[in-house]
């Protein structure tokens, strides 16, 4: 299995011309990033004005730096959103060299095409936005919809966690390659869920959905032999919850109980909290794009960071290698 090595000791020091920032959406995540790379976040002051306007400022000097700043766009979306473009702003304004913009969650990536007349593709409004406020390069990770990465005319890298949670289940005597199957909720998880059953040596099944709505879905069909099975769903978010919803579904047809799942972005909404509840779920192991504050931290939810992944890819694009081991290719 393809492992994220961490970045050498002293591969990056205090003199060097990179300054890594957080927005406010996820600290702690750029804080283990930070650890990884053996340097410290740099100052910003971020606050909120009485009537909801969001104030930034750089409290260092950035001229002619090379510049990441962190920020996953999760709940409060649009305020996450607004924050990240008025970083971008106030660095392009302070003459740094290149502001790279890392987005572990992507915002409304589920909006990548008219599925009805008369809609926004609101995904291409926040990539065109991003290139209209300067930005170098935009990084994010197991995006919803692969083709974004075309809606920019910048260098886009499109990371995976894939390696990091596949690790979890990889060499642990509860998933045995000959007793466990790697299932795709949908057609568009398969290519994803098929590089999971790659690496970990085991079979791919295939459920075939419809979705009715933003919040519910059916599915028609499962399609692979999962009799008596243990099955690992694999997606690259979770939100409401409607995947929880199709394991009875796996379940009709042999699956073992209970179900395990392997999703990236922890949105979980409180749909989706309630639902983790029922018995036929065993564990949901996800990653740390989102923070996710004590109210959401349920029982059977594992964190796996992919603080290290990130680091890699500062550490790659600012020495000018290349970022290839880390992507998402599909």
């Known amino acids: 299995?393809?492992?994220?090595?961490?970045?050498?000791?002293?591969?990056?020091?205090?003199?060097?011309?990179?300054?890594?920032?957080?927005?406010?959406?996820?600290?702690p995540l750029a804080e283990a990033v930070a650890a990884e790379l053996g340097i410290e976040l740099s100052a910003v002051n971020i606050s909120k004005l009485p009537d909801g306007e969001i104030h930034v400022q750089i409290s260092e000097l950035v001229r002619h730096q090379d510049i990441f700043i962190i920020q996953p766009c999760s709940p409060n979306v649009n305020d996450m959103l607004v924050e990240l473009m008025l970083l971008i702003d106030a660095f392009r304004r302070a003459s740094a060299w290149r502001i790279n913009v890392i987005i572990p969650y992507f915002p409304y990536a589920r909006q990548d095409r008219m599925a009805r007349g008369r809609e926004a593709v609101s995904a291409k409004v926040v990539a065109r936005t991003l290139e209209m406020l300067g930005v170098t390069r935009v990084m994010y990770v197991d995006i919803h919809a692969l083709q974004i990465q075309g809606f920019f005319d910048l260098p886009v890298d499109p990371l995976t966690a894939m390696p990091v949670l596949a690790g979890y289940f990889q060499d642990d005597p509860r998933f045995r390659p000959e007793e466990t199957v790697i299932v795709a909720p949908d057609l568009g998880r398969a290519r994803l869920a098929g590089k999971y059953a790659e690496q970990l040596g085991m079979p791919l099944v295939i459920m075939n959905k419809s979705r009715l709505d933003f919040e519910h879905t059916t599915t028609a069909a499962v399609v692979?032999?999962?009799?008596?099975?243990?099955?690992?769903?694999?997606?690259?978010?979770?939100?409401?919850?409607?995947?929880?919803?199709?394991?009875?579904?796996?379940?009709?047809?042999?699956?073992?109980?209970?179900?395990?799942?392997?999703?990236?972005?922890?949105?979980?909404?409180p749909s989706a909290l309630e639902r983790l509840n029922r018995d036929y779920i065993a564990e949901l192991v996800t990653t740390d794009t989102i923070y996710l504050p004590r109210e959401k931290r349920h029982p059977k939810i594992r964190i796996q960071s992919i603080a290290r992944t990130l680091a890699q890819a500062v550490y790659y694009i600012h020495s000018g290698e290349s970022v290839g081991s880390l992507l998402r290719l599909l």
């Open 1 to 27: 299995m393809n492992q994220v090595v961490a970045v050498p000791a002293g591969a990056i020091n205090r003199n060097d011309d990179i300054r890594l920032f957080s927005g406010s959406a996820n600290r």
């Open 224 to 269: 692979g032999d999962i009799e008596d099975k243990t099955a690992i769903i694999i997606d690259d978010m979770i939100a409401g919850g409607s995947v929880l919803d199709q394991i009875p579904a796996l379940l009709a047809v042999g699956a073992r109980s209970p179900v395990y799942l392997s999703i990236t972005h922890p949105v979980l909404l």
